[in-house]
């Protein structure tokens, strides 16, 4: 994290009982099954899901692999993942307290937007196993175009992102720091903007901000997101890449 990720624990304090059904995505089982299909795992592998808020991600690997451990900065968040994990570690993703090549997997689904890549990154290649696997699974914009208007909407619902993507950096970004092979999925998550806005830890100016943006969206943002707006409801077609990436052998 950048500084001491207080923020970050702040926010997600705030959001922690409601986070479960605070977007589509958080509970997609296609989503889920990409993610677990990506890591390539086995009932003999360790596996890390870092940023594992309540356990969402978490619930599709338990019992399917040998050991699952868990990580996040936010206790009132990992308290729900618990019964999913057969160990947890109250840690910042650039010091894990973990041995050299520790993990088969390592799984972060859209955990990456607050913390620090440069640290980040080379960490979590440091506690793979060779030939071991990062997934990661984060909203991006889909272009030049619609990045503007679309980072703002991200930074407006959860102020502590550090991190916006533009399509295809994420798999860059491993690439820079050591992971070969990458390879990237997309998945489009329809969301309702309202209920995605309303995570009950931001007030209510900024959920307003939100709809004004999407209200006097341009063309272009509007077409890239399939945008369908409302008097009631908003619906976007919001773009996860999921990328993959191995610690060479």
């Not at 969402?56 to 990992?78: E, K, Q």
Request: glycine share 8%; with cysteine.
């Amino acid at each position: 994290m950048n500084g001491d990720g207080a923020d970050v624990v702040e926010h997600f304090t705030a959001r922690a009982e409601r986070y479960d059904r605070s977007s589509r995505w958080c509970t997609d089982a296609t989503l889920l099954d990409r993610i677990f299909a990506l890591a390539g795992v086995g009932p003999t592998d360790t596996v890390l899901d870092l940023a594992c808020g309540t356990g969402l991600v978490s619930r599709r690997f338990h019992g399917r692999v040998a050991r699952l451990l868990g990580a996040d900065i936010t206790p009132a968040m990992a308290a729900q993942a618990a019964p999913h994990l057969d160990g947890f570690l109250l840690a910042d993703a650039s010091a894990l307290p973990l041995p050299d090549h520790h993990l088969d997997a390592i799984v972060c689904r859209q955990g990456l937007q607050f913390m620090d890549l440069d640290r980040v990154l080379p960490e979590l290649l440091r506690v793979l196993k060779p030939g071991g696997r990062l997934v990661t699974a984060d909203l991006h914009a889909y272009g030049p175009a619609d990045a503007a208007e679309y980072f703002e909407v991200l930074r407006l619902r959860n102020p502590a992102r550090r991190n916006f993507f533009v399509a295809g950096e994420m798999g860059a970004l491993l690439q820079k720091a050591g992971y070969s092979p990458v390879c990237v999925e997309v998945h489009i998550s329809e969301e309702d903007v309202e209920a995605w806005a309303d995570n009950g830890a931001i007030a209510d100016s900024r959920v307003a901000a939100i709809r004004a943006i999407y209200e006097g969206g341009s063309p272009e943002f509007l077409r890239l997101h399939a945008a369908r707006v409302g008097h009631d409801r908003i619906l976007d077609q919001m773009r996860f890449e999921i990328s993959r990436g191995l610690k060479p052998a």
